[in-house]
């Protein structure tokens, strides 16, 4: 008789997509610089948190593709979390990119799987914004600090190649401070109040980075995204 080889493999199973997305977002810690977001998690075992500055998030993730924190993706919208916990402190430390007194809008996603595997709640997610201060706390008496006569204007938000920088202030030369996403400094430039300039970022690699000025009204920080 003819011998032959045999033999069976089972396919592992579709991960399944959860059937509750996460309820209740609430924001406590509100800060001119950072806030956390607070919410009741679904039933998937992991959630995102998307972010967009001045509107609504309009990126929807897509299964078997996994993403990193502070990717940028689709137009405006940014990575903010990805993990299994039900709190969130978004800051100007690393943690998130945040200006003072500036709308920021967040999409939470609920997930089940990993890598290849994963598996999102599209159809229905938790949806909220908050505005940071212009100084203070939430809930505490702001002080007299007033921002209006000193702003950081930085564009284009994302960039690809440079940015245009004003800095308005009653200071005639300011001292403009870059860091990447992990508080590491990685530039420093004077700048003429009211002048733009333009910075070139070619030779920088691809992230997120923040650029501070400290004058007269406090620190003003703006983020750069670069793709």
Excluded at 3 to 12: D, H, P, R
Excluded at 16 to 26: C, F, G, I, K, N
Excluded at 134 to 163: I, M, Q
Excluded at 174 to 196: C, H, I, K, W
């Amino acid at each position: 008789t003819s011998s032959f080889l045999s033999g069976n493999q089972t396919t592992a199973g579709a991960v399944a997509e959860p059937t509750t997305a996460s309820s209740a977002l609430s924001f406590t810690n509100v800060h001119s610089y950072q806030m956390t977001l607070n919410w009741t998690s679904g039933n998937g075992s992991g959630r995102m948190i998307i972010m967009n500055q001045g509107s609504p998030v309009t990126f929807t993730p897509v299964d078997g593709t996994t993403y990193s924190a502070y990717q940028s993706v689709g137009s405006g919208n940014l990575i903010l979390y990805n993990g299994s916990a039900s709190s969130f402190t978004a800051s100007n430390d690393g943690y998130g990119p945040l200006a003072n007194n500036t709308a920021y809008y967040f999409a939470i996603f609920d997930y089940n799987g990993s890598s290849t595997q994963i598996n999102y709640l599209t159809s229905t997610f938790l949806a909220g914004n908050q505005t940071t201060l212009v100084s203070g706390r939430l809930g505490e008496e702001n002080g007299s600090t007033d921002l209006s006569a000193a702003e950081l204007k930085v564009y284009p938000v994302p960039a690809t190649s440079f940015v245009n920088i004003t800095v308005n202030g009653s200071q005639a030369n300011q001292e403009l401070l870059f860091y990447s996403y992990t508080g590491d400094l990685v530039n420093r430039m004077f700048v003429q109040t009211g002048a733009p300039v333009q910075l070139d970022l070619s030779s920088w690699k691809r992230g997120l980075y923040f650029v501070k000025s400290s004058n007269e009204n406090g620190d003003l920080i703006q983020k750069i995204i670069l793709q």
